[in-house]
């Protein structure tokens, strides 16, 4: 029997990462049985790339990755070709601040990560000045803190559609981008590696605690949503297999892996 090639695309905060404290030592146990098998873990997430790099570090992960909601892949040499490669999904953000300016001059209440510090943003996410640097070197979206109303926001998110963006709501944050998302890059990366692998059947494993997430694993053959401060409001629909676990964060990000790879894995293993 052929292992199949499995893929593993995974959010981090409140997923991967502990919710508050941002650990993912609970996961290693998963972390090391997918990296003795050769399975990639694909981070997918609302992050920069230099606060994906740094943390892929301390996972010692080379897998390609998934930055700021799906505004790019990168693919690191070595992984499906031998140079790196950065494929835009993106406009640039300069264009998404543009209309923040304009929004912002109708009367609508928020502040974004550009109107902030590091200091600034340190402070409302809890990273270190460095992190909070590295979150603030940003491709093509920008998270913002709502401020005003409710009924407001409704009309911020209509007129941004208006103008080909979106307003999506992530773990911490509210996340203005274009009209991608992690769906949209997970299923390219899924794509490059069933045409490395032809003989091989691929399947993705996407796991995430959020409603930015839903699109991700309704697109997996095997959703795991985990159980966290945001995951009541994740509702999917159209997913293969979908598992909630009963475990927050990285704890809960083991018990699924691990029980997704007693199933998946041949025996013999």
Not at 80 to 108: C, M, T
Not at 207 to 221: F, I, K, T, W
Request: glycine share 8%; net charge negative; aromatic share 6%.
């Amino acid at each position: 029997m052929i292992e199949p090639q499995i893929l593993v695309f995974t959010d981090l905060d409140g997923t991967l990462l502990d919710h508050h404290s941002y650990s993912f030592q609970p996961a290693l146990p998963a972390l090391q049985r997918l990296a003795a098998h050769n399975i990639p873990v694909i981070l997918n997430s609302s992050k920069t790339r230099p606060e994906m790099e740094a943390l892929k570090q301390q996972l010692d992960n080379t897998a390609p990755f998934i930055v700021e909601n799906g505004a790019a892949a990168i693919i690191p040499s070595g992984n499906l070709s031998e140079e790196p490669e950065e494929i835009l999904f993106a406009a640039p953000r300069d264009v998404i601040l543009e209309q923040l300016h304009w929004l912002r001059s109708k009367g609508y209440e928020f502040r974004g990560f550009n109107d902030m510090s590091a200091a600034d943003v340190a402070d409302v996410t809890g990273l270190t000045i460095q992190a909070a640097t590295a979150a603030k070197q940003r491709i093509g979206t920008e998270p913002l803190m709502w401020q005003g109303e409710e009924y407001q926001l409704l009309e911020m998110k209509s007129l941004l559609e208006q103008v080909g963006l979106q307003l999506i709501k992530g773990g911490r944050f509210y996340h203005v981008m274009g009209q991608y998302d992690k769906a949209d890059a997970m299923q390219y990366l899924a794509q490059r590696y069933q045409a490395i692998n032809p003989q091989k059947q691929v399947i993705s494993i996407a796991l995430g605690d959020s409603p930015n997430d839903a699109r991700m694993l309704e697109r997996a053959d095997y959703a795991v949503i985990i159980k966290g401060v945001n995951s009541d409001k994740l509702m999917i629909t159209g997913a293969g297999h979908v598992m909630r676990s009963q475990g927050e964060g990285p704890t809960g990000w083991n018990e699924c892996i691990q029980s997704l790879l007693n199933q998946l894995l041949p025996v013999a293993h």
